[in-house]
């Protein structure tokens, strides 16, 4: 039975009328377990398989206690690995990204303005830079929000004046004129929360209603104060979310199977999830296809927050 790795684990108990030490001696030697001498009880029998068998499972919990342990230490390797990659790349793609952008500003600037295939050739630079700059900065972000090391850094905010100002700041960069509405309910807006945070969560679901969405269409931002908590809602009239995507958007590098040709990397909804759990909050959507999607952020509110608005 010891020499066969199929049965070499199971525990022997001798049980024998040999009570003298020299057989005891060899029953443990050729691998016995217990050895117990006639006459026995069987109570101590009983005893003595029942604890055989806490050892063999507290042997099993060790064993297995210490693949787990092997393996978290080659996930935290693998995390670290991957963690000094990006911070690397990072770092060296934002100077020459920013070196580019600033000498494409200079062609724009020296560039014959009536030459249309020149300004066009430039804007393109422009854009595909600005593009790996934003990738950079969403990468070493979503990197940041896995390895914990963002901590909330909340100010003095007036959520309503955060949101009109995230509006237009968004038409200018995208273009989009006066397709976002925003209007709000409720009367407690002033409190403290981390602007950065909140710009990731509404700027990454407004840019994705705008990318998503016919040209013309609307895109309305909705705030409201509810008794415990603060909700964003951002609607567009997209294509939607198909039902077998629903389950994976919130997953780094996730691209939904009716996307096509649009631009993006799957991003944008798993820093939003990764910002909204910062606070202990909740995002939910609804969704029909080639009508319109909804995002639902909820906040709870600050223990002590400001004054409110009214």
């Not at 600037?109 to 030459?115: A, G, L, Q, T």
């Not at 990468?139 to 509006?167: G, M, R, Y």
């Not at 995208?174 to 709000?184: L, N, P």
């Amino acid at each position: 039975m010891k020499s066969n790795p199929k049965t070499e684990d199971i525990a022997v108990i001798f049980l024998s009328a040999l009570d003298d030490v020299k057989n005891k001696v060899k029953g443990f030697e050729v691998g016995g377990a217990d050895y117990i001498t006639k006459p026995f009880e069987a109570l101590e029998v009983i005893t003595r398989v029942q604890h055989q068998l806490g050892l063999r499972k507290l042997q099993k919990q060790i064993k297995l206690e210490a693949k787990l342990r092997e393996s978290l230490i080659k996930e935290q390797e693998i995390k670290e690995f991957k963690r000094r990659i990006i911070t690397t790349i990072s770092h060296e793609y934002r100077t020459p990204l920013s070196i580019i952008l600033t000498s494409a500003g200079l062609l724009e600037h020296y560039c014959d303005p009536e030459n249309a295939k020149q300004q066009k050739h430039i804007q393109r630079i422009q854009q595909m830079v600005q593009h790996l700059s934003s990738l950079v900065n969403d990468v070493a972000l979503i990197n940041e929000l896995e390895q914990d090391k963002i901590i909330l850094q909340p100010v003095p905010l007036n959520l309503i004046e955060f949101c009109q100002t995230l509006i237009s700041e968004l038409q200018i960069v995208r273009q989009v004129g006066e397709r976002i509405k925003f209007s709000y309910q409720g009367n407690q807006f002033v409190g403290k929360w981390d602007e950065r945070i909140l710009r990731q969560i509404l700027s990454h679901l407004l840019s994705n209603a705008i990318k998503f969405s016919p040209p013309e269409s609307e895109i309305d931002l909705k705030l409201i104060q509810e008794e415990d908590e603060i909700q964003f809602h951002v609607i567009d009239r997209g294509i939607g979310i198909p039902l077998g995507n629903r389950e994976n958007i919130f997953d780094p590098f996730y691209r939904g199977d009716n996307i096509g040709s649009i631009q993006g990397e799957g991003l944008g909804l798993a820093i939003v999830k990764k910002c909204v759990n910062l606070y202990a909050g909740h995002i939910l959507f609804q969704t029909e296809l080639n009508q319109k999607t909804t995002f639902i952020v909820k906040l709870p509110l600050q223990e002590n927050p400001l004054s409110p608005l009214w």
